[in-house]
């Protein structure tokens, strides 16, 4: 299984960026899928983005153009770079990954998860 840390979370304006990142460990990185999830007080988890072991990347509706996600393979990182931030962007962001290859939007295909990270957007 694979050990995940997320960081870089923290408050923020609406407008402005935020990166977060994910170190893993426990498994060759790039080989297995990985997604960002998110899950606001009284809301069920919801996908962010998530990216297959080939590269290949699926982004929610609610984020698509205002987020990026990325592997930085010389630190075993999987990044999610956010901009345009918005209050309803508010949630703990969960780092997950995969044993599969290919991305998936359902949370129950992701078998390791970090501890997640606040992100808060004032208004």
């Known amino acids: 299984q694979v050990q995940l840390v997320e960081s870089g979370g923290g408050l923020v304006q609406a407008g402005d960026s935020l990166r977060l990142s994910c170190a893993a460990s426990g498994r060759t990185f790039g080989t297995y899928a990985m997604a960002w999830f998110r899950q606001a007080p009284g809301q069920e988890r919801e996908l962010v983005a998530t990216?297959?072991?080939?590269?290949?990347?699926y982004y929610a509706d609610s984020v698509k153009g205002r987020v990026t996600i990325s592997r930085e393979y010389a630190k075993n990182m999987l990044v999610l770079q956010m901009n345009s931030l918005k209050p309803e962007d508010t949630a703990v962001y969960y780092c997950?990954?995969?044993?599969?290859?290919?991305?998936?939007?359902?949370?129950?295909?992701?078998?390791?998860w970090g501890q997640g990270t606040q992100v808060t957007v004032s208004s």
């Open positions: 997950a990954s995969s044993p599969y290859m290919t991305w998936s939007p359902r949370a129950n295909d992701y078998d390791s």
């Open positions: 990216i297959s072991s080939g590269g290949s990347t």
